[in-house]
């Protein structure tokens, strides 16, 4: 990678409660607690965060961190959409029906864009898009 110029590194979500969406994503997709960490923006505002991933480090694949201003509650969780590519997009419908989520959209595959995709939530109410790479028709 070139020094000289940017590049996406990581997402925030703004949780309230900071575990339980870390179980979540670790039983639903498989992430992994990277780091745990405990800091302040200023000294009045105290912050937590835990560093999810589905890679070795941060530098492979770009994590998802979980962030909770100490004291404060979140806001919305409606504010984002949440992508994953996964194997099998049932099974992760499934986990995440297990794992405190809801169904928004069923599985359903779309052959014109060569994937299967359902929409649900974290436990939390935040959207995600959950989406299964389809195999290419045969002569393409």
Known sequence: MQADRARFSFTKIIVDEID??????????????????????????????????????????????????LGEPAPAASDVILGFIVPDVDATVERALN?????????????????????ATDCDGRLLEIVQMLAAP???
């Open 20 to 69: 339980k969406p870390a179980a979540f994503y670790k039983t639903v997709f498989g992430m992994r607690e990277l780091a745990r960490i405990q800091d302040a923006l200023t000294p009045e505002r105290l912050i937590e965060e835990i560093i999810l991933t589905l890679a070795d480090d941060m530098a492979s694949e770009p994590p998802l961190v979980l962030f909770k201003f």
């Open 99 to 119: 794992a405190g989520g809801k169904v928004v959209r069923a599985p359903k595959d779309q052959p014109e864009h060569g994937v299967r995709v359902a929409f």
């Open 138 to 140: 045969a002569g393409h």
